[in-house]
């Protein structure tokens, strides 16, 4: 029994050593790794600004580990550069054959592989990779789904939109990755957005009447106030806060009416919206909900209520009237100067 625990623990011993051996050899491996790496980008750091600024560059010459340098070089450059930088930026991606690698690599059967793939597309701006990317947007894997969308959005593929939209209201991507991709492709999506206003989805209308609010103009203005009477409360809130957003001043009177609409945070965003657009006349409507409606909505009209009118608040409060929301938009007043 004592040989047999001795001989255990010599080979627990061994084992430890041969652990401690390998932990060290892969330690000092991905050190030397690192300083190669270092190496190559001081080395290859000139090439990168030739690419950038139109300058021949010899891609036969670099090896496969260089080319993986430069360009992970250039994808940090093109995160900074617009124009015609990112489209030489491009060209070198397509000329070298690393877009053809990283579309073949969004087929691979390992997720993080998809995933870095598609992420790696959108940073070497190549319009090639739009349709394999569409096609993420459906991968099983969530990671590889956010980094298409991510990636769809810096290429500002406009017809990206609807399908980006579409996949935020089937839960396939959160609402900060979809959000930040269409904003990310900016005016461009506008067209797309505007034909989802009407969509069949709710979900999808009121996604695509925030993004309009956000990114729209005034030509907007008359089809986000068809929302304000959507069916869907949801788009009508979204609408409200839209048309504030654009500072409709001629919604002013359908939004006076949305003070009356039947759920709380509709009235919420047509409170903040008539203070937004400056609708002096609604100021009268904004001191009855402040004194009468529920909470949020009544907090929401007083303070909509003093931005328009302080003197009209300061007013009511006068002998203890008016209510908390009105009192306490008063104490802001006053403490802001």
Do not use: Y
């Not at 690419?51 to 080319?67: I, Q």
């Not at 529920?294 to 907090?299: G, H, I, K, P, V």
């Amino acid at each position: 029994m004592i040989a047999l625990l001795l001989w255990c623990s010599l080979a627990l011993a061994a084992a430890g050593g041969l652990g401690v051996c390998v932990l060290a050899a892969r330690r000092t491996v991905v050190a030397w790794k690192g300083r190669r790496r270092l190496d190559a980008e001081g080395r290859l750091g000139m090439t990168a600004i030739a690419v950038v600024e139109g300058d021949a560059v010899d891609n036969a010459c670099l090896s496969e580990a260089d080319s993986r340098v430069l360009a992970s070089q250039l994808r940090r450059l093109s995160g900074s550069l617009r124009g015609t930088s990112t489209e030489r930026i491009a060209r070198f991606f397509e000329s070298s054959g690393l877009v053809e690698r990283e579309i073949r690599a969004l087929k691979s059967l390992r997720a993080w592989r998809r995933a870095k793939a598609a992420f790696a597309l959108g940073d070497m701006g190549s319009p090639d990779a739009v349709p394999e990317l569409l096609e993420a947007l459906r991968d099983p894997d969530s990671a590889v789904r956010g980094a298409a969308a991510r990636s769809l959005g810096r290429l500002r593929a406009a017809n990206a939109v609807a399908p980006i939209v579409f996949a935020l209201t089937e839960r396939q991507l959160p609402v900060s990755v979809a959000g930040q991709a269409l904003l990310t492709i900016g005016p461009d999506a506008l067209p797309g957005l505007r034909e989802l206003e009407t969509a069949g989805d709710a979900e999808a209308r009121a996604f695509a009447v925030e993004l309009v609010g956000l990114l729209g103009e005034a030509s907007d203005v008359g089809r986000v106030l068809e929302r304000l009477r959507d069916s869907s409360a949801e788009v009508r809130a979204k609408a409200a806060r839209a048309l504030g957003r654009l500072g409709a001043e001629g919604a002013a009177e359908e939004l006076r009416i949305a003070l009356q609409d039947r759920i709380p945070f509709v009235r919420v965003q047509a409170a903040h919206a008539l203070g937004a657009v400056g609708d002096r006349d609604a100021v009268e409507d904004l001191l009855e909900a402040a004194c009468s409606d529920t909470f949020e909505s009544a907090r929401a009209a007083a303070h909509a209520a003093a931005r328009l009118d302080p003197e009209a608040v300061r007013s009511a409060t006068r002998g203890g009237n008016g209510g908390v929301h009105l009192r306490e938009a008063v104490d802001l007043l006053e403490a802001s100067g």
